[in-house]
Structures are given as C-alpha cells and as structure tokens.
C-alpha cells in the first residue's frame, strides 16, 4: 500500500497512474515556482539582492532534486556484481540545505562597520527548505511554511516599528594632535545626546598629525544620531566624525 504525505498528492498521483502521465512532478514542481515566487517578489520590493528570480530558482531547484532523489529510491538498481544501490533522499536534502548556504553566505554584504544582508540569507535557506517539502509531497507543511515566511517578512516590520529597539552605531571622530578632546569631555557631549559609550578606542595617525577616538554608542533613539551629528558639525576642532549604525 502507498503511503502518501498529505491528501493533495494522493489525489494527484492517483492522477499521475490513471493517465499515465507525471502530473504529480508537475504539480509539485509549479507548487514550488509560486511558493519561491511569492517569497521572492517580496524581496524584490524590498529591494534585497535576492529577488523574485532567485528566491523561485533556489524553492524550484531544491524540490526538482527531491522529485529526482524520490523517483530513484522507488527503482531498484542493481549493478552487474549483485550489490544494489540504495539512495537515501534524507541525505540529499541535507546536502542542498548545506549548498543552499554558500549561496545566501554570498548575499551578506559588510558595508563598513554594518553587516546586511543576514534576513535574505535567511530567507534564501527557507524558501530551499519549502521546495524541498513540496518535493517530497508536503503541499500542506510548505504551504504553512510559505504563509509564515511572507507574515515574517512582511507583517513583523510593523512590531518592530512599535517595539522599543535599542540603537548601536559605530561612532569615529577625528582631531588634529594639538586640539584633542579630552576623553571625559567626549564622554559628556556623546552623553548630552542620549547616547552611552561602549568599546572606546585611541588612534594616533597620518603620522602623528591626528587622533581618532573609535567606539559603540547605543541609545534608545535613533533620532539622536541626528542631534549629535548637527553639534559636531559646528565644532571647529573636530575634522572629520562618523556615525555607521548597525544591523541588517
């Protein structure tokens, strides 16, 4: 007897044998390109490195390798010396959920001090496992995991707008070597501006011509960043300052 992984693909492979024709392949392999796609066109609105394409390519491929693992373990190989060949589709999923790394590792971009890229990556890994579960016949559980994915995505940026998020930076300012801020002063303007001091850093250079302080500054308001940008415009004695937030 048959055992089928949910009623959808028990009714189209009842289809596949009484017409003779793989409408169980097709259907999951189209179940695969909408489910990829809807992820994908998210992320293409989100302006992300990983779009629309990719997102359906990688949910396409991952349940065109299941489809394939599947339909071998169902024939019997055996090879001219009696030993036979048993392909085991658990390990082919690892293997692609493993592969399927390298490529969102390739959407992480570091720009400066800030990482991004770490939720297209994350969504890269998903959208795989989703065409893995349509592969093997799962509608139902890459159906749920699609849902959940495009709610992730789309519907918790609305809770994070409202939760209270705490705000890191990586702050550098620059002095010429006979007008340097002292360290206590620096600590009461980044102060004034709502912000606390972490990882604080000296660095003497251009060849002993400037000093840099570098340092973590977190705050509770991300609008400080601007406040404290404007106060260190109008300071003569500060030659160059950066404020790179964190994040993805």
């Not at 992984?5 to 097709?26: E, G």
């Not at 009696?82 to 392909?87: E, Q």
């Not at 959407?107 to 969504?123: H, P």
């Not at 959940?148 to 990586?170: D, Q």
């Amino acid at each position: 007897m048959v055992a089928y992984a949910d009623p959808i693909d028990k009714v189209v492979h009842l289809w596949s044998l009484q017409y003779n024709f793989p409408i169980d392949s097709i259907f999951r392999l189209l179940l695969a390109m909408l489910a990829g796609g809807m992820v994908g066109l998210e992320r293409e609105v989100r302006g992300r490195q990983a779009g629309f394409r990719t997102n359906l390519l990688v949910c396409l491929g991952s349940a065109l390798v299941m489809i394939v693992s599947i339909s071998f373990t169902e024939v019997n190989f055996q090879r001219h010396d009696g030993v036979n060949i048993n392909i085991d589709p658990a390990r082919i999923a690892y293997g692609v959920m493993t592969g399927i790394g390298f490529l969102g590792a390739g959407a992480i971009i570091k720009e400066g001090y800030s990482v991004r890229g770490l939720t297209t990556a994350a969504s890269i890994w998903i959208t795989s496992a989703i065409g893995i579960l349509v592969g093997v016949g799962f509608h139902f559980a890459a159906a749920a995991g699609a849902f959940a994915t495009l709610v992730v995505l789309s519907g918790f940026r609305a809770i994070e707008r409202v939760l209270p998020t705490e705000f890191y930076a990586y702050h550098t300012l620059r002095f010429a070597r006979e007008a340097i801020m002292p360290e206590d002063d620096l600590r009461k303007l980044v102060g004034q501006h709502g912000f606390t001091i972490a990882n604080l850093s000296h660095r003497l250079g251009n060849d002993g011509r400037s000093f840099e302080y570098r340092m973590v500054i977190r705050s509770w308001d991300k609008t400080n960043a601007e406040r404290l940008s404007q106060d260190l415009r109008i300071r003569p004695e500060v030659l160059e300052f950066r404020i790179a937030p964190t994040g993805d």
